[in-house]
């Protein structure tokens, strides 16, 4: 029985579930209703112990087995926050708020979560207890550090703990984890150009900062190229360009560059950074301009999975779906899961929703046939672990 029968039973009120909140989004820890929905359900379930207000915003949930022999409490993890974009499905339950969207699936992770936190206060057939940890600010708020600093480890026992996030990229249905580094530390930066604005009709007066930040960006390209071990992952892409106005005929007096660098390894991180800053601050020399270098966010560190906790994983993934890709690619995303996986033993999984729009992507929309093996997947992993 690897999609529990409970689950074909609640697929279509779970859906509900995670088509509401897929209308109503919140940004980062401003999660008011979505974290209010997340409690009063947890409660109604008849969990032990329901907290709110762990990282600003989060929920955790207690769920105590028929016995308590073990003595151990093991934590799932679901991330509840929707992006700053503008949704462009046409679905009937597109979201209501123009510029916010579900583009990443979190509205599919906590409607997941949520499932099999039903079932597991229905039916309680571990030894132990079992934590159901709703996180906000996933999207570059760091809420996973926020969670832990407030003390999630501690405070509720956990000795292990267990995230999943859905993939585009997979088959329908499909599992895929590794072992060690999985998702890259992302640094956000930002550079300043500063010059002498001016007529667009006489350049020769002016120190041109669109001309200096360009060949700056064109020159952030060979750090990957030639200042960096070709067989060393690293991604450094400049995404913003923004000058302080659009007239066609001014020459703008500043520029700022806002871009990303995605690695795996702390020594590559460290050289990249300061050969950005550096390339930066002489291009912008050799222009007549002066360019500042800085950090927009602080950055997320590598995801490492643990090796114990990853072969659990395994075991879990491989009773609901018959197998799983048990060495896959890294990925250049960032996961702020990081956080938790330094503070505690656990390891994270992708569940492919089968092929569409990418995350982060205007039309994307989380596949919700996956639901049933999503929540099979973790009441599988908490009778595994915690064996009645």
Request: proline share 6%; aromatic share 8%.
């Amino acid at each position: 029985m690897p999609i529990r029968n409970r689950f074909a039973e609640l697929h279509p009120e779970i859906t509900a579930w995670r088509r509401d909140l897929h209308e109503h989004p919140e940004l980062q820890y401003d999660l008011p209703r979505t974290a209010g929905i997340v409690a009063d359900k947890l409660r109604a379930f008849g969990c032990n112990s329901v907290v709110e207000g762990i990282g600003q915003t989060g929920v955790v949930a207690l769920i105590h087995g028929k016995t308590n022999t073990s003595g151990k409490t093991i934590a799932f993890r679901a991330d509840m926050d929707a992006l700053p974009i503008f949704e462009a499905t046409g679905a009937v339950h597109a979201s209501k708020t123009p510029g916010k969207m579900h583009a990443c699936g979190h509205d599919g992770h906590t409607a997941m979560l949520l499932g099999a936190a039903q079932y597991l206060a229905e039916t309680r057939n571990f030894d132990g207890t079992v934590a159901v940890v709703f996180q906000p600010a996933e999207e570059g708020g760091a809420g996973a550090e926020a969670m832990v600093q407030d003390g999630l480890i501690d405070k509720f026992g956990i000795s292990e703990i267990y995230g999943l996030h859905n993939s585009p990229l997979l088959p329908l249905g499909t599992f895929a984890i590794r072992p060690g580094a999985f998702y890259a530390a992302v640094d956000s930066f930002h550079i300043n150009v500063r010059g002498k604005g001016g007529h667009a009709a006489r350049p020769n007066n002016t120190v041109d900062t669109t001309l200096a930040a360009s060949a700056i960006v064109m020159a952030l390209q060979s750090v990957v190229s030639r200042n960096t071990d070709p067989q060393q992952p690293l991604v450094v892409s400049v995404t913003s360009f923004r000058t302080e106005t659009e007239a066609f005929n001014v020459i703008p007096e500043h520029v700022t560059l806002r871009g990303t660098v995605r690695s795996f390894d702390m020594d590559v991180r460290a050289n990249t950074l300061e050969r950005i800053k550096a390339l930066a601050t002489l291009t912008a020399q050799s222009y007549g301009a002066e360019a500042e270098f800085g950090f927009d966010e602080e950055p997320y560190p590598v995801m490492a999975n643990h090796e114990q906790e990853t072969d659990h994983c395994i075991s879990a993934a491989k009773e609901v779906a018959g197998d799983c890709i048990a060495n896959a690619p890294m990925t250049t995303g960032g996961e702020d899961f990081a956080y938790m996986l330094q503070a505690c033993p656990g390891a994270y999984i992708q569940l492919g929703i089968g092929p569409g729009p990418g995350l982060h992507h205007p039309e994307y929309d989380f596949n919700d046939e996956v639901i049933p093996t999503g929540c099979s997947y973790w009441v599988t992993l908490a009778e595994q672990r915690l064996p009645a």
